[in-house]
T-cell receptor
């Protein structure tokens, strides 16, 4: 049973465009939602995270939008750059991050000039 | 700060051999977590350890897999009698607290079973 469903599997965006990656979850007990960025040959690195008490969180060009009623959250990358080309994973955890993270399957983003 | 160090980066084992993966956490971090990433899949939690203690092994396969984090030295993930299905990237993460947010991941060990 996949608890966090991520889409799309792959995404190609023009330089300067907006990249949007979506995740949906089933477990209403999830209360911590991070996004990780992974470059080839490297481990995932925490990009940005949100808790359900807010509907949006922005850090630089990266924004998480959170819809509690729909049980969905998304990552928006504004002004996408070739250096943003990586695999992005959404994840979720229960109890404010006191339980292991449940990851989506990942989205491979390619930003082309 | 050297970050989370994993070695080896790549490991090739024949079916039936043992694989030993090592992880040294970041300086000052006493909590270690192991995740496995199968091809085209997200990471899946395996085990959470503190020094000399296994705190949560709910994601560990029941057979052939074991983990330890001794008082001195790195954490070790051991896979006995490896099979082709064990081929994956194994990531270790560490944190200064026992919470599962704010992980710092290592670069992983890519295990190939031939």
């Amino acid at each position: 049973q996949q608890q966090v469903k991520q889409s799309p599997q792959s995404l190609i965006v023009q330089k300067g465009g907006i990249s949007i990656i979506n995740c949906a979850y089933e477990n209403t007990a999830f209360d911590y939602f991070p996004w990780y960025q992974q470059f080839p040959g490297k481990g995932p690195a925490l990009l940005i995270a949100i808790r359900p008490d807010v509907s949006e969180k922005k850090e630089g060009r990266f924004t998480i939008s959170f819809n509690k009623s729909a049980k969905q959250f998304s990552l928006h990358i504004m002004d996408s750059q070739p250096g943003d080309s990586a695999t992005y994973f959404c994840a979720a955890s229960v109890d404010s991050g006191n339980t292991p993270l449940v990851f989506g399957k990942g989205t491979r983003l390619s930003v082309i000039a | 700060n050297a970050g989370v160090m994993q070695n080896p980066r790549h490991l090739v084992r024949r079916r039936g051999q043992e694989a030993r993966l090592r992880c040294s956490p970041m300086k000052g971090h006493s909590h270690v977590y192991w995740y496995r990433q199968l091809p085209e899949e997200g990471l899946k939690f395996m085990v959470y350890l503190q020094k000399e203690n296994i705190i949560d092994e709910s994601g560990m396969p029941k057979e052939r897999f074991s983990a330890e984090f001794p008082k001195e030295g790195p954490s070790i993930l051991r896979i006995q009698q490896v099979v082709r299905g064990d081929s994956a990237a194994y990531f270790c993460a560490s944190s200064p607290t026992g919470q599962h947010y704010g992980y710092t991941f290592g670069s992983g060990t890519r295990l190939t079973v031939v």
